[in-house]
Every structure is written in structure tokens, then in C-alpha cells.
T-cell receptor, first 113, second 109 residues
Framework: DGGITQSPKYLFRKEGQNVTLSCEQN?????MYWYRQDPGQGLRLIYY???????QKGDIAEGYSVSREKKESFPLTVTSAQKNPTAFYLC????????????FGSGTQLSVL | ELKVEQNPLFLSMQEGKNYTIYCNYS?????LYWYRQDPGKSLESLFV?????AVKQEGRLMASLDTKARLSTLHITAAVHDLSATYFC?????????FGKGTKLTVNP
């Protein structure tokens, strides 16, 4: 079945540690996105990529990094510079560079130990 | 700057009643999406509205788009408990979607 797979479902970070969230899609979509969701809040865009080997900062990129070496993969690293990383992280993809409908993964809940 | 505002943010209603969620947006890009999110889950696409006057219906939910007013509505008819969830609208900019804060709907028996 085609879809977006995020892993792990739950992740715990120690202070000063970098952690990486995985996002893989087999929909053959060009564009991929990372959103952060805090309780009672909407989704805020962290990074997005419209093509392999290219990505742009979203609204809250500080403390995060991404790579897009393969079309199907868009991992997100939460660095130690992100002082408040506890949130629900959602990966999404869309067919092309335009603002088309997003398909979402099941999310990763990141908590700080 | 693209802004999307939803209201109300919280909605508690009884089964069998009707209500409307409103989504105002700030730019002229007229691609509007509605999503549903259950607690701890991902977002599920409900509707895509692409042009002025577009109306789409699925079950007890109906979404409409008025591009002149920059307003979309999500109307709930004869609510049932299964509709309890958070509903987001999202509006398309040039390269990315911007989401509203969501409306948490609770349908009480």
C-alpha cells in the first residue's frame, strides 16, 4: 500500500542530545514537509523540500535540520539547540511543487527526559 | 503574510444539532482544505475546495468556499458522537499550506 511512514512513534531525548525522526514515502511525491504541533495549536511548518537535494526553511526552522538525499526520504534532526522540542511531529508529502493536498504520516511524539 | 483564522476554537454540541465552523483567510490564493484529526492521530483529508462557490458534502459534513469573502465554512448536520475530533482548515499559498489553529468539536449524547 502507498503511504507515508514515520518512525519511531514515540521518542525521548536527553538534554544536549540530537535525535532524528524518520519519514519515508512510497507515493512518488516530489514535495515533502515537516510540521510541529503543540497541544491546542495548529500545525507550524519547520522545513519543506520540493525536490531532491533542495529544501527551504519554514516558519520555525531554528534548532532543526533536514536532508533530502532521496526522493522518498526526508529525515528531521532535532538538535540540542532546540530548547523546547516536546511536541507532536508530522511529516507530509504532496505530488508536486504546488500547494496541493497533503498526505500525512502517523506522527512522532517527542518528549524530553 | 498568509493568515488563516478559525472560529470557534472549541465547540461543544449535542447530538442531533446543527452547527458551522468558520475559516477566514488573508490572501487571494483560493485553494482551501479541510482536515480532521482524532486525538493522538494524524490528519485525515476531508475536502478540497478549488473555486468560488465550491460545495462538497460527505455524510453529515458539508464544506463551502466563498473566495470573495475569503471564507470557507464547514457545516455539521445532525451531529453524532463519531464526529468528535479537531477540524483544521488550511489555505494554499504559493509553495506551502498554512493551517488554522483548529476547532475542537465535542458532540455530547
Amino acid at each position: 500500500d502507498g503511504g507515508i511512514t514515520q518512525s519511531p512513534k514515540y521518542l525521548f531525548r536527553k538534554e544536549g542530545q540530537n535525535v532524528t525522526l524518520s519519514c519515508e514515502q512510497n507515493l512518488n511525491h516530489d514535495a515533502m514537509y515537516w510540521y510541529r504541533q503543540d497541544p491546542g495549536q495548529g500545525l507550524r511548518l519547520i522545513y519543506y523540500s520540493q525536490i531532491v537535494n533542495d529544501f527551504q526553511k519554514g516558519d520555525i526552522a531554528e534548532g532543526y535540520s533536514v536532508s533530502r538525499e532521496k526522493k522518498e526520504s526526508f529525515p528531521l534532526t532535532v538538535t540540542s539547540a532546540q530548547k523546547n522540542p516536546t511536541a507532536f511531529y508530522l511529516c507530509a508529502s504532496s505530488m508536486s511543487r504546488t500547494n496541493e493536498k497533503l498526505f500525512f504520516g502517523s506522527g512522532t511524539q517527542l518528549s524530553v527526559l | 503574510e498568509l493568515k488563516v483564522e478559525q472560529n470557534p476554537l472549541f465547540l461543544s454540541m449535542q447530538e442531533g444539532k446543527n452547527y458551522t465552523i468558520y475559516c477566514n483567510y488573508s490572501t487571494t490564493s483560493d485553494r482551501l482544505y479541510w482536515y480532521r484529526q482524532d486525538p493522538g492521530k494524524s490528519l485525515e483529508s476531508l475536502f478540497v475546495l478549488l473555486s468560488n462557490g465550491a460545495v462538497k458534502q460527505e455524510g453529515r459534513l458539508m464544506a463551502s468556499l466563498d473566495t470573495k469573502a475569503r471564507l470557507s465554512t464547514l457545516h455539521i448536520t445532525a451531529a453524532v458522537h463519531d464526529l468528535s475530533a479537531t477540524y483544521f482548515c488550511a489555505q494554499g499559498g504559493s509553495e506551502k499550506l498554512v493551517f488554522g489553529k483548529g476547532t475542537k468539536l465535542t458532540v455530547n449524547p
